[in-house]
């Protein structure tokens, strides 16, 4: 099996969908990937090595949120150092692949940053795969122990046709894959809205959540 390197793009420290994301990716592959967290790499005095190494990856694989329409500012700064590395690289680079996961209920939103990260992709001259888009992100983690069945099993069909395109070497290139979780539009805009209350609660803000401080000001 190739060595697979794999970029984790969030900006959490821990309990991020993209780790789920990578996590599951490795349980269908059935193999060991080297996770490497973009906020911490950046900071890494042997932030150098470390990106050499994983250029020396046969796959790579860029997993992150969708932040406004683009990519988290940790990530962007990341491959930029991937970049520049990658042009001085005398071996052979890998062939990107991405996961972008978001927020919001439409897995469309994902298209234009999947389009970055093949841009960066061509740029860095690394081979380009293909990525997956999946919207309604916040609702993977409760689906995660069981993603075969029920209406996250779209999701899950979409992460085992990227391994198997993997496994089997077809490295040719081919559209993204577009996919969000069959829940109803109401049911998930719902369990966001309550899901904000409990954190709003948790932390003690719960009257503030109808503040409106500007109200009156001139």
């Not at 970029?7 to 990578?22: D, E, F, T, Y």
């Not at 005095?45 to 683009?70: N, R």
């Not at 993603?147 to 085992?160: C, D, Q, R, S």
């Given at each position: 099996?190739?060595?697979i ?5 969030s ?12 996590e ?14 973009a ?19 046969e ?12 990519l ?102 081919h ?44």
């Amino acid at each position: 099996m190739k060595r697979i390197a794999a970029i984790n793009g969030s900006p959490k420290a821990a309990g991020s969908v993209s780790g789920m994301l990578i996590e599951k990716t490795e349980e269908i592959l059935g193999v060991k990937i080297d996770v490497f967290q973009a906020t911490k790499l950046i900071q890494s005095e042997k932030a150098p090595e470390t990106i050499a190494d994983i250029l020396e990856a046969e796959i790579l694989l860029i997993v992150f949120p969708l932040y406004v329409d683009s990519l988290p500012a940790p990530l962007v700064k990341l491959l930029m150092l991937i970049q520049q590395s990658a042009k001085t690289s005398n071996s052979p680079l890998p062939v990107v692949y991405a996961i972008c996961n978001c927020g919001f209920y439409e897995a469309e939103h994902n298209t234009l940053a999947l389009r970055m990260l093949r841009s960066f992709a061509d740029r860095a001259g690394l081979g380009w795969g293909y990525g997956i888009g999946i919207g309604c992100g916040g609702f993977l983690p409760s689906v995660s122990k069981n993603m075969k069945k029920g209406p996250a099993a779209n999701v899950h069909e979409a992460l085992y046709s990227l391994c198997e395109t993997i496994r089997i070497n077809d490295f040719k290139e081919h559209g993204d894959v577009l996919v969000t979780p069959k829940i109803p539009r109401f049911l998930y805009r719902l369990a966001g809205e309550i899901g904000w209350l409990q954190m709003a609660r948790k932390n003690g803000v719960l009257r503030q959540l109808n503040a409106k401080p500007h109200a009156g000001a001139k």
